[in-house]
Protein backbone atom coordinates (compact mmCIF):
# COMPACT_ATOMS: atom_id res chain seq x y z
CA UNK A 1 0.00 0.00 0.00
CA UNK A 2 1.15 3.13 -1.23
CA UNK A 3 0.81 6.15 1.13
CA UNK A 4 0.92 9.46 0.02
CA UNK A 5 0.24 13.20 0.85
CA UNK A 6 -1.47 15.68 -2.11
CA UNK A 7 -0.45 19.36 -1.59
CA UNK A 8 -3.03 21.57 -3.50
CA UNK A 9 -5.96 19.21 -3.15
CA UNK A 10 -8.79 21.38 -4.17
CA UNK A 11 -6.89 22.25 -7.74
CA UNK A 12 -7.19 20.42 -11.13
CA UNK A 13 -4.23 18.12 -10.57
CA UNK A 14 -5.15 17.36 -7.25
CA UNK A 15 -8.71 16.37 -7.65
CA UNK A 16 -7.73 14.48 -11.12
CA UNK A 17 -5.31 12.51 -8.62
CA UNK A 18 -7.58 11.95 -6.28
CA UNK A 19 -10.35 10.22 -8.94
CA UNK A 20 -7.74 8.07 -9.72
CA UNK A 21 -6.42 7.14 -6.50
CA UNK A 22 -10.57 6.71 -5.69
CA UNK A 23 -10.25 3.79 -8.44
CA UNK A 24 -7.12 2.09 -6.57
CA UNK A 25 -8.33 2.19 -3.31
CA UNK A 26 -6.67 -1.30 -2.94
CA UNK A 27 -3.00 -0.09 -3.87
CA UNK A 28 -2.94 3.85 -2.49
CA UNK A 29 -4.05 5.70 0.68
CA UNK A 30 -4.44 9.24 1.38
CA UNK A 31 -2.72 10.53 4.80
CA UNK A 32 -2.46 13.90 3.93
CA UNK A 33 -4.03 16.58 2.09
CA UNK A 34 -3.86 20.32 1.58
CA UNK A 35 -5.86 23.27 0.37
CA UNK A 36 -5.27 26.71 0.30
CA UNK A 37 -8.72 28.12 1.35
CA UNK A 38 -11.21 25.81 -0.29
CA UNK A 39 -12.39 23.83 2.58
CA UNK A 40 -15.85 23.19 0.87
CA UNK A 41 -14.19 20.95 -1.39
CA UNK A 42 -11.43 19.46 1.70
CA UNK A 43 -14.53 18.31 3.42
CA UNK A 44 -15.88 15.86 1.04
CA UNK A 45 -12.19 14.59 0.31
CA UNK A 46 -11.65 14.56 4.21
CA UNK A 47 -15.52 12.15 4.39
CA UNK A 48 -14.58 10.17 1.02
CA UNK A 49 -10.66 9.60 2.02
CA UNK A 50 -9.97 9.43 6.01
CA UNK A 51 -7.00 11.18 5.90
CA UNK A 52 -4.89 11.27 9.07
CA UNK A 53 -4.14 15.14 8.53
CA UNK A 54 -4.82 18.11 6.80
CA UNK A 55 -3.57 21.79 6.48
CA UNK A 56 -5.55 24.57 5.12
CA UNK A 57 -2.93 27.92 4.25
CA UNK A 58 -5.84 30.10 5.29
CA UNK A 59 -5.75 30.70 9.13
CA UNK A 60 -9.71 31.75 9.14
CA UNK A 61 -10.70 28.62 7.08
CA UNK A 62 -8.97 26.16 9.08
CA UNK A 63 -11.06 28.02 12.80
CA UNK A 64 -13.98 26.89 10.38
CA UNK A 65 -12.68 23.38 9.12
CA UNK A 66 -11.54 22.87 12.93
CA UNK A 67 -15.75 23.33 13.94
CA UNK A 68 -17.03 21.11 10.82
CA UNK A 69 -14.81 18.03 12.47
CA UNK A 70 -16.17 18.93 16.49
CA UNK A 71 -19.75 18.87 15.05
CA UNK A 72 -19.26 16.10 12.57
CA UNK A 73 -17.29 14.11 15.13
CA UNK A 74 -14.50 13.33 12.40
CA UNK A 75 -10.93 13.13 13.72
CA UNK A 76 -8.31 14.70 11.87
CA UNK A 77 -5.17 16.68 12.80
CA UNK A 78 -5.88 20.05 11.14
CA UNK A 79 -2.58 22.57 10.14
CA UNK A 80 -2.68 25.93 8.94
CA UNK A 81 -0.42 28.44 7.45
CA UNK A 82 3.22 27.74 5.24
CA UNK A 83 4.51 25.49 8.11
CA UNK A 84 1.73 23.46 8.09
CA UNK A 85 2.72 21.64 4.51
CA UNK A 86 5.97 20.90 6.40
CA UNK A 87 4.37 19.20 9.29
CA UNK A 88 2.66 17.19 6.59
CA UNK A 89 5.30 16.30 4.83
CA UNK A 90 7.50 15.50 7.48
CA UNK A 91 4.66 12.62 8.78
CA UNK A 92 6.33 9.26 9.33
CA UNK A 93 4.60 6.58 7.63
CA UNK A 94 4.45 8.75 4.15
CA UNK A 95 6.18 7.12 0.84
CA UNK A 96 5.43 10.01 -1.61
CA UNK A 97 4.39 13.73 -1.79
CA UNK A 98 2.63 14.58 -4.82
CA UNK A 99 3.10 18.20 -5.05
CA UNK A 100 0.37 19.87 -7.35
CA UNK A 101 0.40 23.99 -5.83
CA UNK A 102 1.27 26.43 -8.26
CA UNK A 103 4.09 29.05 -7.91
CA UNK A 104 7.26 29.27 -5.84
CA UNK A 105 5.33 28.78 -2.81
CA UNK A 106 5.95 25.44 -2.72
CA UNK A 107 9.97 25.40 -2.75
CA UNK A 108 9.76 24.96 1.29
CA UNK A 109 7.86 22.34 1.96
CA UNK A 110 9.33 19.96 -1.43
CA UNK A 111 13.15 20.43 0.41
CA UNK A 112 10.97 19.50 3.63
CA UNK A 113 9.72 16.18 2.08
CA UNK A 114 12.62 15.38 0.14
CA UNK A 115 15.33 15.96 3.66
CA UNK A 116 12.39 13.55 5.15
CA UNK A 117 12.80 10.87 2.46
CA UNK A 118 9.68 11.29 0.72
CA UNK A 119 9.64 10.40 -3.40
CA UNK A 120 8.04 13.69 -5.26
CA UNK A 121 5.65 13.32 -7.75
CA UNK A 122 6.00 16.95 -9.06
CA UNK A 123 3.36 19.14 -10.89
CA UNK A 124 4.83 21.99 -10.21
CA UNK A 125 7.56 23.88 -12.57
CA UNK A 126 7.87 26.89 -10.59
CA UNK A 127 9.79 25.17 -8.29
CA UNK A 128 12.57 23.83 -10.34
CA UNK A 129 12.99 26.84 -12.62
CA UNK A 130 13.51 28.87 -8.94
CA UNK A 131 16.14 26.27 -7.45
CA UNK A 132 16.55 23.37 -9.69
CA UNK A 133 19.93 22.88 -9.37
CA UNK A 134 19.84 22.80 -5.81
CA UNK A 135 16.55 20.29 -5.33
CA UNK A 136 18.21 17.69 -7.67
CA UNK A 137 21.64 17.91 -5.57
CA UNK A 138 18.62 17.38 -2.93
CA UNK A 139 17.08 14.54 -4.04
CA UNK A 140 20.28 12.57 -5.24
CA UNK A 141 21.51 13.37 -1.72
CA UNK A 142 18.70 11.77 -0.26
CA UNK A 143 18.22 8.81 -2.38
CA UNK A 144 14.55 9.87 -3.46
CA UNK A 145 13.29 10.08 -6.75
CA UNK A 146 11.80 13.09 -8.67
CA UNK A 147 8.68 11.63 -10.52
CA UNK A 148 6.89 14.27 -13.05
CA UNK A 149 3.47 14.91 -13.72
CA UNK A 150 3.92 17.39 -15.84
CA UNK A 151 3.00 15.73 -19.65
CA UNK A 152 5.63 16.66 -21.37
CA UNK A 153 8.42 15.74 -18.33
CA UNK A 154 5.99 12.31 -17.87
CA UNK A 155 6.47 11.41 -21.93
CA UNK A 156 10.55 12.72 -21.68
CA UNK A 157 10.96 10.50 -18.89
CA UNK A 158 9.19 7.87 -20.79
CA UNK A 159 11.27 8.02 -23.16
CA UNK A 160 14.78 8.21 -21.72
CA UNK A 161 13.72 4.85 -19.86
CA UNK A 162 16.89 2.11 -20.27
CA UNK A 163 19.05 4.88 -22.36
CA UNK A 164 22.31 6.62 -21.29
CA UNK A 165 21.92 10.40 -20.84
CA UNK A 166 25.11 10.51 -22.81
CA UNK A 167 23.74 9.45 -25.98
CA UNK A 168 20.60 11.85 -25.79
CA UNK A 169 21.37 14.29 -28.69
CA UNK A 170 18.19 16.48 -28.14
CA UNK A 171 15.11 16.74 -26.32
CA UNK A 172 12.50 18.40 -28.08
CA UNK A 173 9.05 19.58 -26.17
CA UNK A 174 5.91 19.76 -27.62
CA UNK A 175 3.81 22.98 -27.49
CA UNK A 176 -0.56 22.97 -28.04
CA UNK A 177 0.26 26.43 -29.01
CA UNK A 178 -2.45 27.92 -26.85
CA UNK A 179 -5.13 30.18 -27.92
CA UNK A 180 -3.12 32.45 -30.11
CA UNK A 181 -0.56 31.35 -32.16
CA UNK A 182 -3.15 31.58 -34.89
CA UNK A 183 -4.30 35.26 -33.78
CA UNK A 184 -4.48 37.65 -36.37
CA UNK A 185 -5.78 40.66 -33.60
CA UNK A 186 -3.14 43.03 -32.11
CA UNK A 187 -2.41 40.68 -28.67
CA UNK A 188 -2.25 44.02 -26.54
CA UNK A 189 -6.08 43.49 -26.97
CA UNK A 190 -6.15 40.06 -25.88
CA UNK A 191 -8.79 39.57 -22.58
CA UNK A 192 -8.32 37.53 -19.46
CA UNK A 193 -11.62 35.92 -21.42
CA UNK A 194 -9.74 34.84 -23.97
CA UNK A 195 -6.50 34.19 -22.96
CA UNK A 196 -8.34 31.25 -20.19
CA UNK A 197 -10.10 29.63 -22.73
CA UNK A 198 -7.54 26.98 -24.04
CA UNK A 199 -8.07 24.50 -26.93
CA UNK A 200 -7.00 21.68 -25.63
CA UNK A 201 -6.18 21.13 -21.99
CA UNK A 202 -8.37 21.98 -18.80
CA UNK A 203 -5.85 23.91 -16.30
CA UNK A 204 -5.84 26.18 -13.40
CA UNK A 205 -5.40 30.03 -14.28
CA UNK A 206 -2.27 30.47 -13.88
CA UNK A 207 -0.73 27.90 -16.40
CA UNK A 208 -3.88 28.74 -18.76
CA UNK A 209 -2.63 32.10 -19.03
CA UNK A 210 1.39 30.85 -19.05
CA UNK A 211 0.05 28.65 -21.76
CA UNK A 212 -1.50 31.26 -23.88
CA UNK A 213 2.00 33.34 -23.63
CA UNK A 214 3.91 30.28 -24.15
CA UNK A 215 5.88 31.21 -20.71
CA UNK A 216 4.61 27.62 -20.05
CA UNK A 217 6.52 25.82 -22.63
CA UNK A 218 9.60 28.23 -21.61
CA UNK A 219 9.45 27.49 -17.62
CA UNK A 220 8.95 23.25 -19.18
CA UNK A 221 12.41 23.74 -21.29
CA UNK A 222 14.22 24.81 -18.03
CA UNK A 223 12.24 22.38 -15.82
CA UNK A 224 13.48 19.84 -18.87
CA UNK A 225 16.73 21.04 -18.30
CA UNK A 226 16.85 20.21 -14.73
CA UNK A 227 15.36 17.00 -14.71
CA UNK A 228 16.85 15.26 -16.75
CA UNK A 229 20.82 16.88 -16.55
CA UNK A 230 20.43 18.10 -20.08
CA UNK A 231 21.53 21.38 -20.74
CA UNK A 232 18.99 24.09 -22.47
CA UNK A 233 21.26 24.25 -25.85
CA UNK A 234 19.66 20.61 -26.67
CA UNK A 235 16.14 21.48 -25.60
CA UNK A 236 14.01 22.34 -28.50
CA UNK A 237 10.41 23.20 -28.87
CA UNK A 238 7.75 22.14 -31.59
CA UNK A 239 4.08 23.38 -32.03
CA UNK A 240 2.19 20.40 -32.03
CA UNK A 241 -1.73 21.67 -32.18
CA UNK A 242 -3.23 18.33 -31.71
CA UNK A 243 -0.90 17.82 -28.19
CA UNK A 244 -1.20 13.69 -29.06
CA UNK A 245 2.54 13.34 -29.36
CA UNK A 246 3.48 14.85 -25.30
CA UNK A 247 7.28 15.01 -26.17
CA UNK A 248 10.21 13.27 -28.44
CA UNK A 249 13.67 12.43 -27.05
CA UNK A 250 16.29 12.02 -30.33
CA UNK A 251 19.10 9.79 -29.91
CA UNK A 252 22.59 10.20 -31.07
CA UNK A 253 22.31 7.17 -33.94
CA UNK A 254 19.52 9.18 -35.15
CA UNK A 255 16.31 7.40 -33.48
CA UNK A 256 13.80 9.29 -32.04
CA UNK A 257 11.53 8.10 -29.35
CA UNK A 258 7.87 9.84 -29.14
CA UNK A 259 5.05 8.82 -26.34
CA UNK A 260 1.64 9.76 -27.80
CA UNK A 261 -1.47 9.14 -25.87
CA UNK A 262 -5.01 11.52 -26.17
CA UNK A 263 -4.29 14.72 -23.72
CA UNK A 264 -5.84 13.75 -20.57
CA UNK A 265 -3.40 14.25 -17.10
CA UNK A 266 -4.87 11.71 -15.41
CA UNK A 267 -2.35 9.55 -17.51
CA UNK A 268 0.90 11.19 -16.21
CA UNK A 269 -0.43 11.64 -12.62
CA UNK A 270 -1.39 7.84 -12.81
CA UNK A 271 2.39 6.65 -13.75
CA UNK A 272 3.96 9.03 -11.49
CA UNK A 273 1.66 7.39 -8.60
CA UNK A 274 2.43 3.79 -9.83
CA UNK A 275 6.02 3.76 -11.35
CA UNK A 276 8.00 1.41 -12.25
CA UNK A 277 4.32 -0.25 -13.05
CA UNK A 278 1.85 0.56 -15.72
CA UNK A 279 -1.80 0.09 -14.47
CA UNK A 280 -5.21 0.09 -16.29
CA UNK A 281 -6.42 3.43 -16.75
CA UNK A 282 -9.79 4.79 -17.71
CA UNK A 283 -7.71 7.28 -20.51
CA UNK A 284 -9.60 6.84 -23.42
CA UNK A 285 -7.62 5.31 -25.76
CA UNK A 286 -5.73 6.30 -28.97
CA UNK A 287 -6.99 6.23 -31.90
CA UNK A 288 -4.75 7.80 -34.42
CA UNK A 289 -7.41 6.64 -37.61
CA UNK A 290 -9.53 9.30 -36.11
CA UNK A 291 -7.37 11.78 -35.64
CA UNK A 292 -5.50 11.87 -39.17
CA UNK A 293 -3.15 14.18 -39.05
CA UNK A 294 -0.42 15.20 -36.66
CA UNK A 295 0.87 18.72 -37.60
CA UNK A 296 4.31 20.15 -36.02
CA UNK A 297 5.54 23.84 -37.03
CA UNK A 298 8.75 26.28 -35.68
CA UNK A 299 7.41 28.43 -32.43
CA UNK A 300 7.49 32.31 -33.28
CA UNK A 301 9.74 33.20 -30.71
CA UNK A 302 8.95 37.25 -31.91
CA UNK A 303 5.65 36.74 -31.50
CA UNK A 304 5.80 35.13 -28.48
CA UNK A 305 8.88 36.76 -26.35
CA UNK A 306 8.32 34.33 -23.18
CA UNK A 307 10.31 31.81 -24.80
CA UNK A 308 13.20 33.99 -26.03
CA UNK A 309 13.21 35.24 -22.01
CA UNK A 310 13.28 31.93 -20.62
CA UNK A 311 16.24 30.81 -22.96
CA UNK A 312 17.79 33.61 -22.16
CA UNK A 313 17.46 32.89 -18.47
CA UNK A 314 18.70 29.25 -18.47
CA UNK A 315 21.69 30.40 -20.28
CA UNK A 316 22.58 32.92 -17.82
CA UNK A 317 21.48 30.45 -15.02
CA UNK A 318 22.11 30.83 -11.33
CA UNK A 319 19.35 33.45 -9.83
CA UNK A 320 17.96 34.66 -13.05
CA UNK A 321 15.41 31.84 -13.84
CA UNK A 322 14.36 32.68 -10.40
CA UNK A 323 13.82 36.76 -11.04
CA UNK A 324 12.12 35.70 -14.56
CA UNK A 325 9.92 33.20 -12.77
CA UNK A 326 8.90 35.55 -9.92
CA UNK A 327 8.24 38.51 -11.99
CA UNK A 328 6.08 35.90 -14.07
CA UNK A 329 3.88 34.97 -11.17
CA UNK A 330 3.58 38.75 -10.20
CA UNK A 331 2.57 40.13 -13.42
CA UNK A 332 -0.01 37.20 -14.70
CA UNK A 333 -2.05 37.79 -11.53
CA UNK A 334 -1.79 41.67 -12.03
CA UNK A 335 -3.07 40.35 -15.81
CA UNK A 336 -5.62 38.18 -13.98
CA UNK A 337 -6.63 41.12 -12.11
CA UNK A 338 -7.44 43.58 -14.89
CA UNK A 339 -4.45 45.66 -14.00
CA UNK A 340 -2.44 45.81 -16.81
CA UNK A 341 -2.18 44.64 -20.72
CA UNK A 342 -1.15 40.60 -21.92
CA UNK A 343 1.57 42.30 -24.01
CA UNK A 344 2.77 43.93 -20.54
CA UNK A 345 3.32 40.50 -18.93
CA UNK A 346 6.07 39.82 -21.29
CA UNK A 347 7.51 43.66 -20.99
CA UNK A 348 7.27 43.45 -17.34
CA UNK A 349 8.95 40.19 -16.76
CA UNK A 350 11.89 41.24 -19.35
CA UNK A 351 12.19 44.79 -17.10
CA UNK A 352 12.63 43.12 -14.47
CA UNK A 353 15.41 40.64 -15.59
CA UNK A 354 17.09 43.03 -17.63
CA UNK A 355 17.35 45.02 -13.75
CA UNK A 356 18.22 41.97 -12.03
CA UNK A 357 22.01 41.17 -10.66
CA UNK A 358 22.87 37.89 -10.84
CA UNK A 359 24.18 36.00 -7.63
CA UNK A 360 26.53 33.33 -8.18
CA UNK A 361 26.17 31.64 -4.97
CA UNK A 362 24.20 28.22 -5.31
CA UNK A 363 22.80 28.56 -1.74
CA UNK A 364 19.20 28.17 -1.64
CA UNK A 365 19.17 31.73 0.29
CA UNK A 366 20.52 33.40 -3.36
CA UNK A 367 17.40 31.72 -5.29
CA UNK A 368 14.71 33.25 -2.80
CA UNK A 369 16.47 36.48 -2.49
CA UNK A 370 16.23 36.74 -6.03
CA UNK A 371 12.82 35.51 -6.02
CA UNK A 372 11.75 37.91 -3.33
CA UNK A 373 13.92 40.96 -5.55
CA UNK A 374 11.88 40.49 -8.43
CA UNK A 375 8.46 40.21 -6.82
CA UNK A 376 9.26 43.76 -5.49
CA UNK A 377 10.00 45.27 -9.01
CA UNK A 378 8.12 43.73 -10.76
CA UNK A 379 5.20 45.08 -8.70
CA UNK A 380 6.55 48.75 -8.36
CA UNK A 381 6.82 48.74 -12.31
CA UNK A 382 3.40 47.28 -12.46
CA UNK A 383 2.20 50.00 -10.08
MG1 LIG B 1 2.86 20.71 -19.74
Request: hydrophobic share 45%.
Amino acid sequence: MKKIVILGSSGSIGTQTLDIVYNMKDDICIRGLAVDSNIEILKLQIRKFKPSAVSVNNFVESRNLKKWCISNNIEVSIYSGPSGLERLVEMPDVDMVLVAIVGAISLKSIIAAIKSKKDIAIANKETLVVAGSYIMRLAAKNGISMLPIDSEHSAIFQCCMGEKKSQIKKIVLTASGGPFYKYDKKFSQITVREALNHPTWKMGKKITIDSATLMNKGLEAIEASVLFGVPIEKIEIIMHPQSILHSMVEYVDGSVIAQLSNPDMRLPIQYALTYPERLTSNVKPLNLNEVGRLEFFKPDFNKFPCLKLSYYAAKKGFTMPSAMNAANEVAVEAFLNEEIKFTDIAEIVEKTMYAHTISKSLSLNSFIEADFWARYYARKLIN
